[in-house]
């Protein structure tokens, strides 16, 4: 990798430019003109941190961890609006847990690092905690959307630094079990199908935290499902039955597949999509920007989209796999799996096979904090690019 490198750079900002076209179309010139100036202050603080000595990452990744955690926590006290998410500063409003992401993924890029070995079940614990401090004052803001973005990230940061997969996957089972819980007979299919994969591992601890750990996951589903606020509710509903409420809970994500099949192969032409124009599709400018893609470019327009994603990630995973220092190498998958996951959910709740959790799609959805998290992290990986041999 050529030291002045500037390529995932030029690729973020393409995805960005494509992003600002359709906040053009979808939320009109006011819109278009702040994420604009969002824009150039993001890619200009972005190249200020590439200047940065890998070095410094390491040294402040507690520092910035604390104080991103605490930032969250101040907004859910002095927060002016509900949800207590942004703070207002003059013209534009700051949203904490967008940086909180970068924070924690530095913090525990360190703690990995460290390491000489990670494969037991209680190599999980300091990660969890780490991860927990702030997916939990973000689960209370409310925005379940983002404080579910954690344990991905940490998931795939502990892989990268050694945990086999097969014990990532038994640790988080009870996750699944959750799920499946909402109908007994996926349950009891879950927990045989399972649990014979866990016995055929021999390894008693396993068994034992399988039989235990996963029939109280689907015992307390029921006090989560009500722990959840209402409309929280109504989204996952709405995905399990999306004809169940079509004028009601459903509408977003019927509305948004409409969207996305009537843009054909070619799509309707730039600003000319009538889902959109006609406001038949909420939060088009923000959580759904993606469906106006399809239906003013089309097919085409998405695959060109979702390959400059990936051609983005590949850059990030190759930069990745090339640095030998261990807490670096972990820094860059942290911020990849970050990106990766955002825009996979976003995609994926538009085209209606995961529910909706209301998360922005990386470069291109409108919100200034979003977007300036987004550079920051395309930023501390240029200066780990400069830095690295």
């Not at 960005?16 to 003109?33: E, R, V």
């Not at 969250?72 to 509900?82: E, H, K, R």
């Not at 954690?150 to 795939?156: G, K, L, R, S």
């Not at 006090?223 to 409420?245: E, G, M, V």
Request: hydrophobic letters at 50%; aromatic letters at 16%; glycine letters at 8%.
């Amino acid at each position: 990798m050529n030291r002045k490198d500037y390529s995932i750079l030029i690729i973020s900002t393409i995805i960005s430019l494509l992003g600002l076209a359709m906040i053009f179309s979808t939320g009109g010139l006011s819109y278009f003109t702040r994420q604009a100036l969002w824009l150039g202050v993001a890619v200009l603080i972005c190249l200020m941190i590439s200047r940065f000595s890998s070095r410094f990452w390491q040294t402040f990744a507690l520092p910035i961890y604390i104080f991103t955690c605490i930032l969250t926590l101040i907004v859910l006290v002095y927060a002016s609006s509900y949800p207590r998410r942004w703070f207002n500063i003059g013209f534009f409003s700051l949203q904490p847990s967008e940086f909180a992401k970068i924070g924690t993924i530095l913090f525990l890029a360190t703690y990995l690092s460290e390491r000489k070995k990670i494969d037991k079940f209680t190599d999980f614990f300091i990660p969890i905690i780490i991860i927990a401090i702030p997916s939990f004052l973000i689960f209370v803001e409310p925005d379940l959307g983002a404080a579910q973005i954690f344990f991905p990230i940490m998931c795939i940061m502990l892989f990268w630094a050694g945990m086999p997969f097969e014990k990532i996957l038994i640790f988080f089972s009870p996750i699944i079990s959750a799920i499946t819980s909402f109908s007994i007979y996926t349950w009891l299919g879950f927990m045989i199908i399972f649990g014979i994969f866990v016995y055929s591992r021999k390894k008693l601890t396993e068994i034992l935290y399988h039989l235990i750990a996963n029939p109280i996951a689907g015992l307390i589903t029921p006090i989560i499902w009500h722990s959840l606020k209402s409309y929280q509710q109504k989204r996952i509903i709405a995905f399990l039955s999306p004809w169940i409420d079509p004028q009601g809970i459903s509408w977003q994500s019927i509305q948004s597949k409409i969207a996305i099949g009537s843009g054909r192969l070619f799509g309707k032409g730039f600003l000319s999509g009538t889902q959109k124009k006609l406001e038949f599709l909420p939060e088009r400018h923000t959580d759904f920007i993606f469906s106006c893609i399809g239906e003013e470019f089309g097919l085409i327009g998405i695959l060109i989209t979702v390959l400059l994603y990936i051609f983005l990630f590949y850059k990030l995973l190759r930069i990745a796999r090339e640095t030998k220092n261990k807490f670096l190498s972990l820094v860059v998958i942290g911020i990849m799996s970050w990106l990766w996951y955002q825009a996979f959910i976003n995609m994926g709740m538009t085209l209606g096979i995961l529910p909706i959790t209301g998360v922005p799609l990386p470069f291109i959805s409108y919100g200034g904090s979003a977007l300036l998290s987004c550079f920051i992290g395309i930023g501390i990986v240029l200066s780990i690019i400069h830095n690295k041999y």
